[in-house]
């Protein structure tokens, strides 16, 4: 079984940085992509940014710039800097690992941590 675990969420003022963390454990042969999501009340889940195993990253177009991807291969763990905060940033953000374990290759998710971005 896999298991992922974010961590570093809170209320952070606008302008402000969070730092978000996410490990994956388990039986885990190889991890492909790591990413971020993230949901508002009312709204889809969105992507707001993904890394490859090559260290390849792509980004929502609302957080170039102000966002930064990162991965540990050796500790499967995956960040997000989050910097220059906005109101609008305020969501659950969730983590999600898409790897090859004793139960195939899938996608897991994290269980979302939140993130506050008072005005």
């Known amino acids: 079984q896999v298991q992922v675990v974010e961590s570093g969420g809170g209320l952070v003022q606008a302008g402000g940085s969070l730092r978000l963390s996410c490990a994956a454990s388990?039986?885990?042969?190889?991890?492909?992509?790591m990413g971020w999501y993230r949901q508002a009340p009312g709204k889809q889940r969105e992507l707001v940014a993904v890394?490859?195993?090559?260290?390849?990253?792509d980004y929502a177009e609302s957080v170039k710039g102000r966002f930064t991807i990162s991965r540990d291969n050796a500790k499967n763990t995956v960040s997000l800097q989050m910097n220059s905060l906005k109101p609008e940033d305020t969501a659950v953000y969730y983590c999600?690992?898409?790897?090859?374990?004793?139960?195939?290759?899938?996608?897991?998710w994290g269980q979302g941590t939140q993130v506050t971005v008072s005005s």
């Open positions: 999600n690992i898409n790897c090859r374990s004793w139960n195939g290759l899938k996608t897991y």
């Open positions: 890394i490859n195993s090559g260290g390849m990253s």
């Open positions: 388990g039986s885990i042969f190889s991890v492909n992509a």
